[in-house]
């Protein structure tokens, strides 16, 4: 069985927001320029993102300092 992966304290974020905002996975992973695959690659802690978090903070309105506290 495989064990199920779970979202980093950066994921969790990401992912409230989204639903904050309304848009989706697919279309946050467009704005920035990247794969839905390489997204969750940086949401579940396998890539560290750091060239696409200030990218995605600024998408989602978010703070890149409190996203680079969580990561």
Do not use: C, W
Not at 2 to 9: A, M, N, S, Y
């Amino acid at each position: 069985m495989r064990k199920k992966r779970e979202l980093t304290p950066v994921g969790k974020v990401v992912k409230k927001r989204l639903i904050e905002v309304g848009i989706t996975h697919r279309q946050l992973a467009q704005k920035i320029g990247t794969s839905e695959q390489y997204l969750n690659s940086i949401l579940f802690g396998a890539r560290s993102g750091r060239n696409y978090l200030p990218k995605i903070a600024r998408v989602l309105d978010l703070d890149l300092e409190s996203l680079k506290v969580s990561a």
